[in-house]
């Protein structure tokens, strides 16, 4: 069962542009949704995060939108740069089952100069 | 700035094989956690850890893995007998509360199994 969709799978943007994310979920327990960001042989590092009690947050150039009636989430990369190339993933946790971290399928993001 | 770190980076071993992936979390962190993932897809929970006991695992984690906390900074994930299917990269995650926070993830062990 796939806790967390993710699209798209893979994604180009001109330097400059707006990368954008998307999540849907089924699971109305779920109360954290991170977005981690993992580059080649790296680990997932945590880029931002918002609990559902919240529909925007904004760290920088970084924005998550949240639809809590939908139940989906979207990460906004404003101003695309080439550094940002990394697959991004989304994730939330359900405190039901131990606050594990259930992952999207991963998007691949290409920011092309 | 703290980090989890894993050891060996990189371990190709023979199928039957038992290995052993190590992980230092991060020093006050009381919550630990494995996750695999395969060549090109997800992120994918094994195990969690808290109290010196696992508190949750997944379909994927059975009789082949064991974990365990032998001292007071080491975690590790055993895999008794490789499978083939077994390898991928292993990352181990800590944090600090059990609450929906921030885990923090190892750079991984890349398991090959041959």
């Known amino acids: 069962q796939q806790q967390v969709k993710q699209s798209p799978q893979s994604l180009i943007v001109q330097k400059g542009g707006i990368s954008i994310i998307n999540c849907a979920y089924e699971n109305t327990a779920f109360d954290y949704f991170p977005w981690y960001q993992q580059f080649p042989g790296k680990g997932p590092a945590l880029l931002i995060a918002?609990?559902?009690?919240?529909s925007e947050k904004k760290e920088g150039r970084f924005t998550i939108s949240f639809n809590k009636s939908a139940k989906q989430f979207s990460l906004h990369i404003m101003d695309s740069q080439p550094g940002d190339s990394a697959t991004y993933f989304c994730a939330a946790t359900d405190p039901n089952t131990g606050n594990q971290f259930y992952f999207g399928t991963g998007t691949s993001l290409t920011v092309i100069p | 700035e703290p980090e989890v770190t894993q050891t060996p980076s990189h371990q190709v071993t023979q199928m039957g094989q038992e290995v052993i992936l190590r992980c230092v979390p991060i020093?006050?962190?009381?919550?630990f956690y494995w996750y695999r993932q395969i060549l090109g897809q997800k992120v994918e929970f094994l195990v969690s850890f808290y109290n010196n006991e696992i508190s949750e695992k997944s379909e994927i984690f059975d009789d082949q893995f064991s974990v365990e906390r032998p001292d007071g900074s080491n975690f590790t994930l055993k895999i008794r007998s490789t499978k083939l299917e077994d390898s991928a990269m292993y990352f181990c995650?800590?944090?600090?509360?059990?609450?929906?926070?921030?885990?923090?993830f190892g750079q991984g062990t890349r398991l090959t199994v041959v």
């Open positions: 995650a800590s944090r600090s509360t059990g609450g929906p926070t921030e885990a923090f």
């Open positions: 020093s006050n962190h009381l919550y």
């Open positions: 918002i609990r559902p009690d919240v």
